[in-house]
C-alpha cells in the first residue's frame, strides 16, 4: 500500500489549521468579558453538537443506532458520565455490526 504524496503535507496542512483555530479561539477569548449570557451559551453548546449529530442518525430509524441511543440513555442515567455514555453507545452498534 502507498501513500499518495501529497496526503502527508496536506494532513500536516489541516493539523496546523485545526490547531491554529483552537489556539487563536483561546487566545482571543481572553480579550472578552465573560458575562452570564455568553457563559450560558458556551455551557449549552456542547449539547447542540451533540444533538446535531445524534437527530439525523435517529431519524434514519436504523434498529442498531436506535438500540445504541437507549444504551446511551441507561449509561446516561446510571453513570451520570457523558463519555462512558458515549463508549457505550458506540459500544453497542459495533457489537450489533460484528454480530449481523
Do not use: H, Y
Not at 55 to 70: D, N, S, W, Y
Request: aromatic fraction near 6%.
Amino acid at each position: 500500500m502507498s501513500v499518495e504524496p501529497t496526503f502527508l503535507p496536506l494532513l500536516l496542512a489541516m493539523a496546523l489549521a485545526s490547531f491554529a483555530c483552537r489556539a487563536s479561539g483561546f487566545w482571543l477569548m481572553r480579550f472578552i468579558p465573560i458575562t452570564p449570557r455568553l457563559e450560558a451559551a458556551l455551557k449549552a453548546t456542547p449539547v447542540a453538537v451533540m444533538v446535531g449529530i445524534v437527530v439525523p442518525t435517529a431519524m434514519r430509524g436504523q434498529i442498531p443506532e436506535l438500540i445504541a441511543l437507549g444504551v446511551v440513555a441507561v449509561a446516561m442515567r446510571l453513570t451520570g458520565n457523558d463519555l462512558i455514555a458515549a463508549l457505550a453507545g458506540v459500544a453497542t452498534v459495533a457489537a450489533w455490526r460484528v454480530v449481523a
